[in-house]
T-cell receptor, first 116, second 112 residues
Framework: AQKVTQAQTEISVVEKEDVTLDCVYE???????LFWYKQPPSGELVFLIRRNSFDEQNEISGRYSWNFQKSTSSFNFTITASQVVDSAVYFC?????????????FGTGTSLTVIP | EAGVAQSPRYKIIEKRQSVAFWCNPI?????LYWYQQILGQGPKLLIQFQNNGVVDDSQLPKDRFSAERLKGVDSTLKIQPAKLEDSAVYLC??????????FGEGSRLTVL
């Protein structure tokens, strides 16, 4: 069975602080994908990153960075020097690709509030 | 490239009434998904189509929910009759083989 756990329900930080959002996943598949999505107050889920299970290289994109560790089944997301615009709900998701088409499993989300 | 289009954005109905949501996926995306997102929770898959065939509808309350994807392009999700607990945002998404899900803006349903 596939499962994604985001243990942090809500996080508040002061602007310019760094913040890490945790994501732990469970799967028996050897090939899978991990994603982060951002859901601002407007409601639309915005794709941030996709990672393949065979690529553990960490990634940095501007103020965003992702730490993928298969040994601990974690895919954590760090925002450096947070800004008010980063306030949103962030979802981690696990994807798999059987012959019937991609399947996705979402965590319950972490609500991030950046205080000016 | 146009994104996933959904309508209506907002709908308020009385319980036991019916409602329909429409989705037009990104052109060329074979897989279409309907998710239900209740306030404070993550998206929950209701139904997944591959072209015009149903791949997974195991979490669709079939006594009141139905969905179709005619001609493998746009899709309609219907609720009849609606219950209070159906109040949620209904998200449509589509994907290609690469795997990213592209979401529409969602249709927010309030059942009174």
């Amino acid at each position: 069975a596939q499962k994604v756990t985001q243990a942090q329900t809500e996080i508040s930080v002061v602007e310019k602080e760094d913040v890490t959002l945790d994501c732990v996943y469970e799967t028996r598949d050897t090939t899978y994908y991990l994603f982060w999505y951002k859901q601002p107050p407007s409601g639309e889920l915005v794709f941030l990153i996709r990672r393949n299970s065979f690529d553990e290289q960490n990634e940095i994109s501007g103020r965003y960075s992702w730490n993928f560790q298969k040994s601990t089944s974690s895919f954590n997301f760090t925002i450096t020097a947070s800004q008010v615009v980063d306030s949103a709900v962030y979802f981690c998701a696990l994807g798999r690709r059987p012959n019937t088409g991609n399947q996705f499993y979402f965590g319950t989300g972490t609500s991030l509030t950046v205080i000016p | 490239e146009a994104g996933v289009a959904q309508s209506p954005r907002y709908k308020i109905i009385e319980k036991r009434q019916s409602v329909a949501f429409w989705c037009n996926p990104i052109s060329g995306h074979a897989t279409l998904y309907w998710y239900q997102q209740i306030l404070g929770q993550g998206p929950k898959l209701l139904i997944q189509f591959q072209n015009n065939g149903v791949v997974d509808d195991s979490q669709l309350p079939k006594d009141r929910f139905s969905a179709e994807r005619l001609k493998g392009v746009d899709s309609t999700l219907k609720i009849q009759p609606a219950k209070l607990e159906d109040s949620a945002v209904y998200l449509c998404a589509s994907s290609l083989d690469r795997g990213e899900l592209f979401f529409g803006e969602g249709s927010r349903l309030t059942v009174l």
